[in-house]
Nanobody
């Protein structure tokens, strides 16, 4: 079983910074992509930032130049540094991972799946 555990959300004033972290745990063979999406009520979930196994990053247009995604030393952790936050950044942020996990029920096989974290609230308000 694979789990994504997020941390770092909270309340911050406009112009401030927050850092989100997400760690994937379980019987993971390899991770293709890890990233962050966000959602506000009534809207679709949107890409914030993504990083692949080669370190190639992708950002949503509204966060370019303000947010930075990076991988931790253990490669199963991803960080999102969010600077110059505005009220429009207020949302629930979800960690996402696309990975191969090891299925040992009938020997050894790999299954590719997508996982989501439980979400962490980020509120930008004065």
């Amino acid at each position: 079983q694979v789990q994504l555990v997020e941390s770092g959300g909270g309340l911050v004033q406009p112009g401030g910074s927050l850092r989100l972290s997400c760690t994937a745990s379980g019987d993971i063979f390899s991770i293709y992509n890890m990233g962050w999406y966000r959602q506000v009520p009534g809207n679709q979930r949107e890409l914030v930032a993504d990083i692949n196994s080669n370190g190639i990053t992708k950002y949503g247009d509204s966060v370019k130049g303000r947010f930075t995604i990076s991988r931790g030393n253990d490669k199963n952790t991803v960080h999102l540094q969010m600077n110059m936050l505005t009220p429009d950044d207020t949302a629930v942020y979800y960690c996402n991972a696309v990975l191969d996990w090891v299925d040992r029920r009938y020997g050894f096989s790999l299954t590719k799946d997508e996982y989501w974290g439980q979400g962490t609230q980020v509120t930008v308000s004065s």
